[in-house]
């Protein structure tokens, strides 16, 4: 890739060249993060979201308990010692929802992966054969798994993967695993709608037509060239999606169906929260939702913010588009 | 279909690239809308050969089909698509995808479209070259590309890692070319109106820069344009179209100065002279006949100035040799030299 590219050995053998167009599109390469970061909202969006990564990666090394280990004292509120106090058998719940966010973070995440990957592959398949029986094919199942309800679809899933240890090879696959499964298997369709329609609007452009007189093969075109100019709607509703993911995650985990105990997870800690509310221990609920509240609220906020700054036609602020205004009149000539 | 008579035939004949009697259909709300009817063509090596007529007239169309680009439910029917000896129509999806971009290519109107806006020209330029050339290494790659582009008078050093928009029109149509030109066995360089999006500078330079090629390279060009001053300056030879139809194949210096079709006269009619006397421009009357519509007779009687009678309402007319130019022409006064002869009052 990296060729003789030294900044001094950009003659201009025309003069309508600019030599400055290298280093602009760098800056606006980078540009991405840093218009995120610059604008307030996006700012603490991101922040938020960086403080979730954070939390799944590092936080159960600081657990200070071990989350599963029964305590003598059930039922006590936040202390110094416990500062989320402890559950009905005496576990300490700060390190339980340590533990538990990273369950429910990963959850999510593998559950989008999946359904970001398997989605826009299918997705894309069916868009390059609109009209074909492998499109009529691809998006009748996608309606199908659209027709059910999302919070019954996902319980019935599980239910049926859980109901024998599944493995891959050597590796058995976790009850964790399996959820993230079923509730990507859940937003599938959402990813191959995007992916479709917008490799419907794209294979219409010139450039595909120019791939394919040159010989590009029906891979390249998927791949290379249509894959990264439909990304930008897919990153979009992976974020929404991750927010998606989370709550429903919580919601099955609630109701006995996700995550299984003694395995902690934002729902599974609600779960067993349920019995104690009345009792007065409201720290039980309290920080699993403020959890669950917040950090579908940043990845939604987040969504928002990459829609407005990826697809251009849905640009708002006139600061901005007086900026990149100024800046395509340099780029023209 | 392989059929290797005809394909002998056409190792004997001086021709590169020959199609006889290509029809593309399109389907429109379930009807089949004829897009291309009875198209033939022939190109030697090294020569450029003009595809004019009005939008729609199914130019680009029959450029796509002979590069095999049309995907159902476009139908392509064809009675030979002969590429330096071989029946483009007998060969296997694989083996037709190595000949687009290898021994045809084909570019494009709009140059900045036909980049990949994702991707660096760079990047996109490897591509080409790993799909038809299997000679080179991966990393002789660059070298190549920079060789190429100089070829086209750009010198692309640090330039490609820059994406298509940061050039202007002109060069990336440039580029475009020196894309095509990616393959050691092009023969035949399909262009699609190459400088309508350009300048009249830079289409001039563009065009200057074919002509070399062809000199250098002894490349054929099929070049389609509605603009009859650059198939002037270009094109040995003329084939002009009409509602999907060729209604007229003459060499350059005939089309000008004896253009035996009715359409082709009233074409030329329309050209303003310069300088203006003030007279009103001649335009032509009515419009295309809609591809769908079913027409009797000659596709352009409606329009025409010179019409004869009935004949042209009843019969089409196939394409009778014109005797005095070598050329063909569609039209029913052509087998009569009396006729013909009458209608130099009209243009």
Known sequence: MAITETKD?????NPADNPADNSAHRADEVGLLRRLTSRKLSAISLAGVGFFLLLALVGPFFAPFDPAALGDEPLTGPSAQNWMGTDSVGRDVFSRFLHGSRVSIL????????????????????????????????????????????????????????????SLGPVSITPEVLVAIAIGIVLVPVFARIARASVLAEMREDY??????????????LFRNLLPNISAPLVVQAAFALAMAVSVEAAVSFLGLGVQPPGASWGTLLADARQYVTLGAWWLVVFPSIAIALFVLFFNLLGDQLRDELDPRAKSTTKKSKKSGASAKGEQK | MT???????????????????????????????????????????????????????????????????????????AEEIILTGRDLRSLSEEEMRKVRGGEMAMIFQDPINSFNPSWTIGSQFRRVLSLHRPDLERKEYDEEILRLLKGVGIDGRGKLNSYPFQFSQGQLQRIMIAVACASKELKVLLADEPTTSLDVTIEAQVLELLRTLRVERNLSMVLVTHDLSVVAE?????????????????????????????????????????????????????????????????????????????????????LYPVTATGGLAACHRVPDPAIAGGEGKNS
């Open chain 1, 107 to 166: 959850v999510g995440f593998l559950a989008v992966l999946f359904a970001l990957v398997v989605g826009s592959l299918l997705g894309m398949l069916a868009g390059m054969k609109s009209g074909k029986l492998r499109d009529s094919v691809i998006m009748r199942l996608m309606d199908v798994i659209l027709s059910f309800p999302l919070l019954v679809l996902v319980p019935v899933i599980t239910g049926i993967l859980a109901q024998r240890q599944l």
């Open chain 1, 208 to 221: 595909v037509t120019a791939v394919r007189s040159f010989g590009g093969r029906g891979k390249d075109i």
């Open chain 2, 3 to 77: 059929n290797p008579s005809t394909a002998a035939t056409a190792v004997e004949t001086d021709e590169v690239l020959r199609v006889t009697d290509l029809r593309t259909t399109y389907q429109f709300r379930g009807l089949p809308v004829p897009a291309v009817k009875r198209f033939s063509l022939s190109v030697k090596p090294g020569e450029i050969v003009g595809l004019v007529g009005e939008s729609g007239s199914g130019k680009s169309t029959a450029l796509k089909s002979i590069l095999g680009m049309l995907r159902p439910p476009a139908q392509v029917e």
């Open chain 2, 234 to 318: 270009m094109c040995d030879k003329v084939v002009v179209m009409y509602a999907g139809q060729v209604v007229e194949v003459a060499d350059v210096f005939n089309l000008f100065e004896s253009p035996q079709h009715p359409y082709t006269q009233q074409l030329l009619q329309a050209i303003p002279g310069f300088p203006h006397d003030g007279e009103r421009l001649y335009a032509m009357r009515g419009a295309v006949p809609g591809l769908a519509t079913e027409i009797q007779g000659c596709w352009f009687a409606d329009r025409c100035d010179s019409k004869l009678g009935s004949i042209c309402d009843t019969t089409p007319p196939p």
């Open chain 1, 9 to 13: 050995g950009i003659p201009a053998d």
